[in-house]
């Protein structure tokens, strides 16, 4: 069973930065890839970011390229997801989800497991 938690959100004005983690339970990293969700009000779940499994590549929808970056401390076994230059369409619940694709995926139906999601408010 995976279990994945994240944290770090919260309300930060436009231009500001946060730091999102995902702790995931013992050996989650070496059977699943991690990927970023958000999901705004009364919108679909959207991927953000992802690593593959062995955390060697990454992938980044076009408005996060520049602005977040995703990296993985194994010994932690944390993903986090820095966000820099927030902005007000930014506000969403946070979530990390884990797929058994090792390349990682954009499509929201491949990932097996999610954690409660952490809220990120962008707003002066």
């Known amino acids: 069973q995976v279990q994945l938690a994240e944290s770090g959100g919260g309300l930060v004005q436009p231009g500001g930065s946060l730091r999102l983690s995902c702790v995931a339970s013992e050996n989650t990293f070496s059977r699943y890839s991690i990927g970023w969700f958000r999901q705004a009000p009364g919108k679909e779940r959207e991927f953000v970011a992802g690593l593959n499994r062995s955390g060697a590549t990454y992938d980044y929808v076009d408005h996060a390229k520049g602005r977040f970056t995703i990296s993985m401390d194994h010994a932690k076994n944390t993903v986090y997801l820095q966000m820099n230059s927030l902005k007000p369409e930014d506000t969403a619940v946070y979530y990390c989800?884990?797929?058994?694709?090792?390349?990682?995926?954009?499509?929201?139906?491949?990932?097996?497991?999610w954690g409660q999601g952490t809220l990120v408010t962008v707003s002066s």
């Open positions: 989800g884990a797929t058994t694709y090792y390349a990682g995926s954009r499509i929201l139906s491949r990932y097996s497991y």
